[in-house]
């Protein structure tokens, strides 16, 4: 029987990320070569086949039914590969080669990115590929080792563990509310000047959400600017552009330097977790063990950054003492 080629693999893998992501483009970002080539290993794949595996249009792939079919066959074969290659990592005690991680813009920036410097201290032989965004890789096809998301995201295929809360609290600079006052309850919002974030992934604004006696209630307040980044938010509070909602490990290093404080702190929330999720076959790998048991360290309990979010009434985790999490 002739044997398969370094070649025709390299289509498969090109032509199996291509039909997963939807386009050369997002298939040549994640395995790290450009869309032409990408292009080029499908094309020749089609060529030895004598199949049209796409349907092509400027915007967009679609499979062709021929193409479905070798799409499902040519999963199974990289999953097998992929549990050939984690037998042999686990195989090995120390951690060594390359962990890719992914997490959201912020968390990277503010969380991640300092801390990655001591993680390689401890294991140099361990290179990290951390890649952010909000857009939810699929870890396995893509092959991701840990993702650290915010929510309880289920996902039958992986294994998850929560880091931390995600604490959201309202922030203000001390000259915006020397000049405009401090609002004591969110029904006074409507007085103020409001900040608010636009996620990408929907458009959609945020509801802010506060704890009013035993329940949450939201409400998206007539915001004077909006933007979709939480970074810029930050800048414009600090500013003295209004005040703002913010996950609290944003505002905190403002907070340590007096350009913002908490407003509304009685009334802040746990809005949901940060979680982070690796798949089932990274379980006894050396390199996620290893990065997780540093998460550990990112993410101690509990949080600095929500102990400075400090409520009137002293209670350090940033809201009333007979409030539940939401």
Not at 39 to 55: A, C, D, H, N, P
Not at 291 to 317: N, Q, R
């Amino acid at each position: 029987m002739e044997q398969i080629g370094l070649d025709r693999l390299t289509g498969i893998i090109a032509f199996a990320r291509s039909a997963s992501l939807g386009s050369y483009t997002a298939a040549a970002r994640s395995l790290g070569i450009s869309p032409s080539a990408v292009s080029k290993s499908v094309q020749r794949l089609e060529e030895r086949l004598g199949l049209s595996l796409f349907t092509r249009t400027t915007r967009s792939l679609t499979l062709t039914p021929e193409g479905r079919d070798i799409h499902e066959r040519a999963l199974r074969l990289l999953r097998e590969a992929e549990e050939i290659e984690q037998t042999a990592v686990a195989a090995r005690s120390e951690p060594a080669g390359i962990l890719k991680v992914t997490a959201p813009f912020p968390i990277g920036v503010h969380l991640l990115a300092p801390a990655l410097p001591r993680f390689r201290e401890r294991h140099p032989k361990l290179s990290v590929d951390l890649r952010l965004g909000d857009r939810f890789a699929d870890l396995i096809e893509e092959g991701i080792d840990v993702a650290i998301r915010v929510g309880d995201l289920a996902d039958s295929r992986l294994v998850s563990r929560r880091l931390a809360p995600h604490r959201l609290c309202a922030f203000a600079a001390p000259a915006y509310l020397a000049r405009r006052g401090i609002p004591k309850h969110p029904d006074e919002l409507v007085h103020h000047d409001c900040i608010n974030f636009r996620f990408q992934s929907t458009g959609q604004a945020l509801r802010w959400p506060f704890r009013v006696g035993s329940r949450t209630v939201e409400l998206v307040p007539d915001a004077g600017i909006v933007t979709d980044f939480s970074d810029a938010v930050a800048a414009v509070l600090v500013a003295g552009g209004g005040i703002g909602i913010s996950p609290t490990y944003i505002a905190a290093p403002y907070i340590e330097r007096g350009a913002l404080v908490p407003v509304l702190q009685e009334f802040a929330v746990e809005r949901s977790v940060i979680t982070a999720l690796w798949p089932e076959s990274r379980r006894g790998n050396p390199n996620v063990k290893a990065f997780l048991a540093f998460l550990g360290e990112v993410f101690p309990s509990p949080a600095p950054w929500d102990m400075l979010i400090t409520a009137p009434d002293g209670d350090e985790e940033g809201a009333p003492s007979n409030a539940k999490p939401a």
